[in-house]
């Protein structure tokens, strides 16, 4: 079973930017689909972006479509959420997880088994 562990959250200002990896050990990563989610406190996980095994088809969550930009390397193992134009609302701690059904990439987090520690991002206005 693969073991994911995020790295590169930090405090930034309203505006900015910040890479987020996920870098995945164990079983063949290629065979799962990979999602972000977030939760900040007192709120629900909730669905951030997803990507296909094979990387050909990327999914949003509407709150930030056009500023963030989910991406996977195969041969380093590690998927990527890029974010941009960052907002105070963006605060929160970011999970990624990973999917070992088949399908399409869940938008739910019921729909994935594996799961990160995260990595709290702070967005200052």
């Known amino acids: 079973q693969v073991q994911l562990v995020e790295s590169g959250g930090g405090l930034v200002q309203a505006g900015g930017s910040l890479r987020l990896s996920c870098a995945a050990s164990?079983?063949?990563?290629?065979?799962?689909?990979m999602g972000w989610f977030r939760q900040a406190p007192g709120k629900e996980r909730e669905f951030v972006a997803a990507?296909?095994?094979?990387?050909?088809?990327?999914y949003y969550a509407d709150s930030v479509k056009g500023r963030f930009t989910i991406s996977r390397d195969i041969a380093k193992n590690t998927v990527y959420l890029q974010m941009d134009s960052l907002k105070p609302e963006d605060t929160a701690s970011y999970f990624c997880?990973?999917?070992?059904?088949?399908?399409?990439?869940?938008?739910?987090?019921?729909?994935?088994?594996?799961w990160g520690q995260g990595t709290q991002v702070t967005v200052s206005s």
């Open positions: 997880a990973a999917d070992s059904g088949y399908g399409l990439p869940p938008k739910s987090p019921d729909g994935y088994n594996i």
């Open positions: 164990g079983r063949t990563f290629s065979v799962y689909n």
């Open positions: 990507i296909s095994r094979g990387g050909g088809s990327r």
